[in-house]
């Protein structure tokens, strides 16, 4: 949010945050989307770089047999555990080297492990996974201080800088300081020496790639129409947000506010803006997939932007572009078409549970309607099938559902012919009176299944090739063979193409069976040659 908020101080946020955004770390559902992410990257051309082998100048190559002599030796050991399994991974070695040269002023000496190397050491140490920097202090192995994943050198200088320091190290004065297009967080404390500036530098020692000030200047905070001991969010001087500090005010709450009012109210799925997503505070997210060159993108995005602004606190609201190719992965996740955008999911990144918004119109109101819905509970959850209907092969057109759909659909003795629709479509609905007159016109073919699909509460495992509803055709075959109409929506026209359809079937099952026949015939052939052989040698 850019705008500048007026000069009130019921813009000051004096709230506990509520359970929904209370920090939730090491789901399934967060290591799944970071191996989503991490894969997506992966796959991208540049990856396959492999992180330099060779330790930089004036850093300790450790292994198994040294590693405990260098904690003796060196008061502070930063060590940096490095493995070259992503392009993630090599951009913390490259950070790690980059600010190796600049350590001297701190009385810290560097250090590295190859975890690929030195499997036992990091396995002892906890360091298996994805790169990592630890600090070692006084030779204490266990109880390393973990630097942050840094975004740059900068950030591992300023992670140990802050650490060695205190609050009064951020003071600024802010009517002297150059406005800043990133966000500065700001305290502005009565005490520096008080519990609240404790736990604003706690904030600021976890948050390197943020850029942190203290002040007392009055005339600055007169400035918002504040008070002493509140936290501000700053951008080019312009006040985003404001926090007042309670007693009871925790580091995580801090964290979360922060976390949450420093992303723009809609945030873009990208490969840099990953890492603030998975690790919100915030952990239902509202995820709009869109196309992003579309006409209709403006229209979609100003109303999801709409619908943000109401729910700040509650769901993170995220854009997924679907031409983007590197995003491919979580569509594939979330199990969206490039022709389906644009559409909203809601996920619940603690459970796993996903909600479809079942409405072609994507305007502000009915986002904030269904946003309402799921926070209520209720909200109807996309499943993977819906439970079968009783009775559903007895009706003219038979209603499938995810369990039965490909059961039905490649039964080699039946020609299916399939609408996937959604519910909530005009188009769909408007399609059903002339599926019911087919069924009906063609109910004396006996090898015929006229069925429907709702595709929004079922997750489909094949491609309809275009938008809903879609028209598809699977033939009596062994093959698994998908024809896709598009012709009229007329009922000449689609008893001409089954007829038209069912015939071609006939001709390729009667192909279809001679192979079948030929190669049964040769595995016989063959493993009658290995009896003979077999009698042969006894």
């Not at 955004?21 to 799944?32: E, P, S």
């Amino acid at each position: 949010m850019n705008a500048r908020i007026s000069r009130s101080r019921q813009h000051c946020v004096y709230i506990k945050l509520p359970p929904s955004v209370q920090r939730v770390r090491g789901t399934a559902m967060r290591r799944l989307l970071l191996l989503i992410l991490l894969s997506s990257v992966t796959a991208d051309g540049k990856q396959d770089r492999a992180a330099d082998k060779s330790p930089p100048e004036k850093v300790l190559q450790l292994n198994r047999g040294n590693f405990d002599g260098a904690l003796r030796e060196h008061k502070q050991l930063l060590v940096h555990f490095y493995s070259a399994v992503t392009l993630a991974d090599h951009r913390v070695s490259e950070a790690f080297s980059s600010a190796v040269s600049e350590l001297q002023g701190l009385e810290v000496t560097a250090a590295m492990v190859d975890v690929s190397q030195e499997k036992e050491l990091a396995k002892e140490l906890g360091a298996s996974g994805h790169a990592s920097i630890r600090l070692y202090l006084e030779g204490d192995r266990n109880s390393p201080e973990v630097c942050p994943v840094p975004r740059s050198p900068a950030s591992i200088l300023t992670w140990l800088s802050r650490r060695a320091g205190s609050a009064a190290d951020l003071m600024v004065n802010l009517s002297q300081s150059e406005a800043s297009e990133e966000v500065t967080v700001v305290g502005f404390f009565k005490e520096l020496n008080s519990e609240y500036t404790k736990v604003f530098y706690a904030v600021a020692i976890d948050h390197p790639d943020i850029g942190f000030a203290v002040t007392q200047d009055t005339e600055v905070i007169t400035k918002y129409g504040l008070t002493y001991d509140v936290v501000l969010l700053l951008k080019k001087s312009k006040l985003i947000q404001a926090y007042k500090m309670m007693p009871q005010t925790s580091k995580e709450e801090l964290i979360a506010f922060i976390s949450i009012f420093q992303m723009e109210p809609v945030t873009e799925y990208t490969g840099e803006t990953i890492s603030q997503i998975l690790e919100s505070p915030v952990s239902s997210h509202a995820l709009l997939f869109v196309n992003k060159s579309s006409a209709h993108f403006k229209d979609v995005h100003t109303a999801f932007s709409s619908a943000a602004e109401a729910f700040r606190k509650k769901i993170l609201f995220v854009f997924v572009n679907v031409e983007e190719p590197r995003n491919g992965r979580l569509m594939e996740y979330f199990r969206v078409r490039v022709f389906e955008a644009p559409l909203v999911r809601l996920v619940n990144m603690t459970d796993h549970v996903t909600y479809h918004l079942p409405s072609e119109t994507l305007d502000a109101g009915t986002i904030k309607r269904f946003c309402q819905s799921y926070l209520e509970g209720k909200a109807k959850p996309k499943m993977q099938s819906e439970p079968i209907p009783e009775g559903w092969d007895r009706q003219l057109v038979k209603q499938l559902v995810g369990m039965n759909l490909e059961e039905v659909a490649f039964n080699p003795d039946k020609t299916v012919f399939l609408m996937f629709y959604l519910p909530y479509s005009e188009a769909s609905r408007d399609l059903f009176p002339l599926w019911e007159e087919l069924a009906d016109a063609m109910k004396e073919q006996q090898n015929l299944v006229i069925a429907r699909i709702d595709a929004s509460a079922n997750d489909i495992n094949m491609s309809t090739q275009g938008p809903y509803p879609s028209l598809c055709l699977f033939p009596a075959l062994h093959a698994e063979r998908v024809v896709v109409y598009s012709g009229e929506h007329q009922l000449k026209d689609l008893v001409e193409f089954l007829h038209g359809e069912m015939e071609k079937a006939k001709k390729d099952r009667v192909l279809e069976d001679e192979d079948r026949r030929q190669y049964m015939e040769a595995v016989k052939a063959e493993e009658a040659k290995k009896g003979n052989k077999s009698k042969d040698e006894l």
